[in-house]
């Protein structure tokens, strides 16, 4: 048992710090993820250790101590993310129904064909914005009905799993498809008048995931991220920024 936790141990200090080197490689990147996972499995493995202590008055002070302090690391790292850090966004107090917007973003997963399955949740939902990733051609068929309740629309539908669908009931303008970084990876982007008058910009994202079968290197997603935040600096308008980032609010890129 000594062993197990001591290789455990090395492991679990290993990809919690592996982050840290800044490399656009996808397993320096990947690892930035799970962070309270990787918090959880150190608590398990520091219990692992002091179930040994008790039992065989056995332990590895060099191995415990650097899990120890990966351990508090990790605490810090997620604590703004926790319910017991202050909320950064304030409760509405009083509510102007000509002045809200409700936005239904999913990951339909392309291979997936359960069509009203999904149109039933967006009917619950009722949504004023509808933005749906990973759709082709069948999925814009498949939602063909959508058409009709959200008028206003942006398509690109592809194969390659980085296709979009975009709907709304509210009028857009200045509203387009871009390829920000890639020919065959879409973005978009409109303004959005709500009833009220007021204006909102609209970006949709799906960037490439930091995965072997996807992309090597992070570099694509990085640029695509950091062009929609350039945009959204230079914005005085009310915004939102929605869809798949394949990325965490913890994440380097995030933070710049």
């Not at 919690?16 to 150190?42: A, D, G, M, N, T």
């Not at 997963?109 to 914005?129: G, M, T």
């Not at 063909?144 to 592809?158: C, F, I, N, R, V």
């Not at 914005?235 to 609010?249: K, Q, T, W, Y």
């Amino acid at each position: 048992m000594l062993t197990t936790l001591t290789i455990l141990s090395y492991f679990l200090v290993f990809i919690v710090f592996l982050p840290l080197v800044k490399h656009s490689y996808w397993i320096y990147r990947s690892l930035e993820y799970p962070r309270f996972q990787k918090f959880v499995l150190c608590l398990l493995t520091l219990g692992g250790w002091g179930i040994n202590y008790s039992i065989y008055a056995d332990v590895n002070l060099y191995a415990t101590i650097p899990l120890a302090i990966a351990s508090v690391y990790l605490i810090v790292k997620i604590y703004n993310y926790t319910i017991l850090a202050n909320k950064e966004v304030l409760t509405v107090k009083s509510r102007k129904p000509d002045n809200e917007i409700k936005v239904f973003s999913a990951n339909v997963y392309q291979d997936n064909s359960q069509f009203e399955r999904l149109l039933k949740q967006i009917h619950a939902a009722d949504p004023d914005v509808i933005f749906l990733l990973e759709t082709d051609t069948r999925w814009e068929q498949g939602m063909q009905q959508l058409e009709t309740s959200h008028p206003y629309m942006l398509k690109a539908p592809l194969g390659n799993t980085y296709g979009l669908l975009f709907y709304s009931r509210f009028e857009l303008s200045n509203a387009k498809v871009n390829y920000l970084v890639k020919n065959d990876i879409p973005s978009i982007e409109a303004l959005v008048h709500l009833p009220s008058g007021i204006k909102i910009q609209l970006w949709g994202l799906h960037p490439e995931p930091p995965v072997p079968n996807e992309s090597l290197h992070t570099t694509a997603k990085d640029k695509e991220l950091m062009k929609i935040a350039l945009k959204a600096r230079d914005c005085a308008l009310p915004m939102i920024v929605m869809g798949d980032l394949n990325d965490v609010a913890w994440s380097y890129t995030t933070t710049l």
